[in-house]
T-cell receptor, first 114, second 109 residues
């Protein structure tokens, strides 16, 4: 199946700093990628839809200036958590759609803000 | 509003069969997905149903009834490695995935 690579898998950062998470589609072109956040024992929460060459579409309640999304090419989308705080600590996952029947996920990024 | 319901946790015995149910109320329907997620890892795709009926794929099968807003995932010949969370997701009329909270499956020897 299609491969989506997400990096880094784990990151620890200090409060107030910014963290960039990359999501790459390795063997296909993804015009649309999705960014999710998942709290422990909770379901996936869609944060935003990343569209290649245009602005991302954010879900209600997600701060655009805090979670910056860039989708500059058909194989790369990035999520930057700016001025991170401990409450931003979470598991972040990206996915990319392939045709009608599937969305493959990256490996996820465990962010811990100390 | 949109809603996906599935049991929070289930326990089964190695070698047995388990059925995980999922009911949904969504704005439109464009397919239902089942994913497996091990702790600390991203979900992995298991199955996709868009028409009524049973889709079989090895030890795993998935069933859909659109009129009832109901699906189940059937796992046969359970193995210890099947211990994971199983997520049900429905794609709505806007082609957005609506996720259930997941069912944690515990396999006992």
């Amino acid at each position: 199946g299609a491969v989506v690579s997400q990096h880094p898998s784990r990151v620890i950062c200090k409060s107030g700093t910014s963290v960039k998470i990359e999501c790459r589609s390795l063997d296909f072109q993804a015009t649309t990628m999705f960014w999710y956040r998942q709290f422990p024992k909770k379901s996936l929460m869609l944060m935003a839809t990343s569209n290649e060459g245009s602005k991302a579409t954010y879900e209600q309640g997600v701060e655009k200036d805090k979670f910056l999304i860039n989708h500059a090419s058909l194989t790369l989308s990035t999520l930057t958590v700016t001025s991170a705080h401990p409450e931003d600590s979470s598991f972040y996952i990206c996915s990319a759609g392939v045709g009608e029947t599937e969305a493959f996920f990256g490996q996820g990024t465990r962010l811990t803000v100390v | 509003g949109q809603n996906i319901d599935q049991p929070t946790e289930m326990t089964a015995t190695e070698g047995a069969i388990v059925q995980i149910n999922c009911t949904y109320q969504t704005s439109g329907f464009n397919g239902l997905f089942w994913y497996q997620q091990h702790a600390g890892e991203a979900p992995t795709f298991l199955s996709y149903n868009v028409l009524d009926g049973l889709e079989e794929k090895g030890r795993f099968s998935s069933f859909l009834s659109r009129s009832k807003g109901y699906s189940y995932l059937l796992l046969k010949e359970l193995q210890m490695k099947d211990s994971a969370s199983y997520l049900c997701a429905v794609r709505d009329s806007n082609y957005q995935l609506i996720w259930g909270a997941g069912t944690k499956l515990i396999i006992k020897p």
